[in-house]
Every structure is written in C-alpha cells, then in structure tokens.
C-alpha cells in the first residue's frame, strides 16, 4: 500500500460483539472494508495492562481468552493471525531508550480479536500488541503514542481498544439502550475535544467533567485513546463512525483519525 494509513480508537465493549451481528460490528465491518491493507495492525488493547511496556513478538500469537462468564462458543472462538517480530523490533527501535521487553507469551487479547474479527474476518494480517504501563500518568502513554507515528507512513495501522466510557459497576443490563447523563456528558466532552485537537485536555482527562470519575473509575479503557490522537497529524480530520452508549455506562465511539476513502462519518 502506499500513503499514510489511518489510525483507529475502537469502543470495544463485550466481547460478545465478536459473535453478534449488531449496529456496531456492521460498523466495524465497513470500516474494515473501506480501509487500505494494512501491512500490519499494532494493537493498544485495554486488557494488556501491567507493570511495564512489553511488545508482542512471535511468529504466532495465541488467541487469549481473558474473561470468564460468557458462552462456550465465545471460549472457542480463535482468531489465527500472524505475528510480527519485525515490527516488533521496529517497535523497540522508535521507542528508544524506554525499555520495551520483547514478550513471547501474551498473544492476541479480546480487547483485539473481538474488533478485529470484524475489521479483518480473514485473520491474515499481522497483529502485535503493545502493553499499557499501569505505573504511568497519562502523559507518559501519549508521548509513547507521539514516538509511534512513523508506522502510519511504513503501512501500519494503529488500533485502539478500549472504552471512553467504561464503567462494569453501574451497567444497566435491564435496559441496553440507556444511557445515563454522566456517562453522555463525559463522552460529549470528549467528543468536543477531539474536534477542537484539544489533546491536553484529553490527556488531562480528569478535569473534563466534575463527575470523571464514574465514566473512568480506572484509566486502562481509556488510555488507548491517547496513543491514537498523540498520532494525528495536524491536517487531519476526526471523525467518529461509531457512536452510542450501551447498557448505560459503556460508550461504543469508535475515532477515525485521518480520512478512509469511500467511507463517509458523521461530525456533529
């Protein structure tokens, strides 16, 4: 491919989207569509969230089932990508002098096959995941991101998995189309910013909104937003293919950063 490729936030939400056929996944499945072939896909997943920056980088990274709860068939479920040790090692070179381990036992999280399931069904791109540091302010993941950026011109895509709003204890699994004011507000916050190129205010997320702390009660769903906007160039548009909120306190917004020919998104 050439050009630059386009960098992606997914609002992942259960991992029962994997399976099911809904507003979002027809999304997710459009977009994969309209986007160029990656060469690869670099995946800041919200599930690898540890003590330290590790990268993915084996040749085949294993399918992670890291949940419990759910239906066999979701167990069962495998998403077969390669890996990417050369992006992998290309990875520790931008990233440089961070100390960035050279995992061989994570794999592929659900935080990235569910999404990826539907953008690339076929599972013949190369996937690599880069871990969140859990010891980090939020700075420190957005300059992490701002180091990454040259992938986007070597073919790489840069995918985000996580959940603006992500709150398990407050869900409403009564009512799925509810959304509670906070949860809306906080988001809308959000939203404005990223149309505003508003980083610092994204990067300080605790200060959008009194009530932050209910749509963030802990920080690993949000921070993969950080890596995708610290990429944006400053001629491209944002733009959001995906919106809602499901079960009340999980928001489904999914950030296009750059254009994806053909694909028209809505901007408020």
Known sequence: MTGRMPALFVGHGSPMNT????????AWRRIGQALPRPAAVLVVSAHWYLRGTAVTAMDAPRTIHDFQGFPQE???FRYP???SPALAARVRELLQPLEVAADHSWGI???AWSVLAHLFPAADIPVVQLSID???????????????AALRDEGVL??????VVHNLGMLRWDAPEAAYDWAQRFEQAVKDRLLQRGHAALVNWEQLDAQARLAVPTPEHYLPLLYCIAVQRE??????PVEGMDMGSLSMLTVGIG??????????
């Open 81 to 83: 990508a390669p890996g």
């Open 134 to 148: 859990r010891t980090r302010p939020a700075r420190f993941h957005f300059e992490t991101g701002e180091r990454l």
């Open 235 to 240: 001629d491209e548009p944002v733009s959001f």
């Open 74 to 76: 979701l167990f069962a």
């Open 19 to 26: 399976l099911e056929d809904n507003r979002f996944t027809a």
């Open 158 to 163: 840069i995918l985000g998995s996580g959940n």
């Open 259 to 268: 254009a994806i020919r053909g694909l028209q998104f809505p901007q408020p």
């Open 109 to 111: 999280d659900h935080g």
